[in-house]
T-cell receptor, first 109, second 116 residues
Framework: GQNIDQPTEMTATEGAIVQINCTYQTSGFNGLFWYQQHAGEAPTFLSYNVLDGLEEKGRFSSFLSRSKGYSYLLLKELQMKDSASYLCAVRATGYKLIFGSGTRLLVRP | EAGVVQSPRYKIIEKKQPVAFWCNPISGHNTLYWYLQNLGQGPELLIRYENEEAVDDSQLPKDRFSAERLKGVDSTLKIQPAELGDSAVYLC??????????????FGPGTRLTVL
């Protein structure tokens, strides 16, 4: 079966660093995506990993370990506007995108 | 560059009524997706189009849902008749192609459907 697990909610302080974990068990693996979704808005693409290691994009970094079925999204220098849901999605067999339920991040002053 | 456009943004109907959602993908994107997103959940794929061909509709409840993409550009998703459990956000996404790195999907703002 297909299973993607993320924490439901996280809280962090403005200016701090937060790590959002994602573990997955899917039939096939052809890459992992992270999306950000503000309430009532469209998911927006943040990052893509297909090989093991760390991908850095400004304040956001994403890590992948295929052997462990594990990824994390790292957000540095948190800003209030980073309060949103973060969706982990795996591209499984047939290139179908399977989404986790999302992690709701609340950034406090 | 214009993003994925969807309309309407909100729709409230009574159960057993029909409803339709429209999507215009990013220009040049051959692949179009319709997703359903329930509150507090991630999007779930309903149907995927490659140009005008529906290549994956395994998750579409075909007894009441239908979709079309006649000219390989914009698309319509229809529900007839709607049920209470259909209340959700219906997202449309598009991507340039369906393999490799070009498969990054870009989402529209969605249509929030409420069935009373």
């Amino acid at each position: 079966g297909q299973n993607i697990d993320q924490p439901t909610e996280m809280t962090a302080t403005e200016g701090a660093i937060v790590q959002i974990n994602c573990t997955y068990q899917t039939s096939g693996f052809n890459g992992l995506f992270w999306y950000q979704q503000h309430a009532g808005e469209a998911p927006t693409f943040l990052s893509y990993n297909v090989l093991d290691g760390l991908e850095e994009k400004g304040r956001f970094s994403s890590f992948l370990s295929r052997s462990k079925g594990y990824s994390y999204l790292l957000l540095k220098e948190l800003q209030m506007k980073d309060s949103a849901s973060y969706l982990c999605a795996v591209r499984a067999t047939g290139y179908k995108l399977i989404f986790g339920s999302g992690t709701r991040l609340l950034v406090r002053p | 560059e214009a993003g994925v456009v969807q309309s309407p943004r909100y729709k409230i109907i009574e159960k057993k009524q029909p409803v339709a959602f429209w999507c215009n993908p990013i220009s040049g994107h051959n692949t179009l997706y319709w997703y359903l997103q329930n509150l507090g959940q991630g999007p779930e794929l309903l149907i995927r189009y490659e140009n005008e061909e529906a290549v994956d509709d395994s998750q579409l409840p075909k007894d009441r849902f239908s979709a079309e993409r006649l000219k390989g550009v914009d698309s319509t998703l229809k529900i007839q008749p709607a049920e209470l459990g259909d209340s959700a956000v219906y997202l449309c996404a598009s991507s340039p192609a369906f393999s490799g790195d070009l498969d990054t999907q870009y989402f529209g703002p969605g249509t929030r459907l409420t069935v009373l």
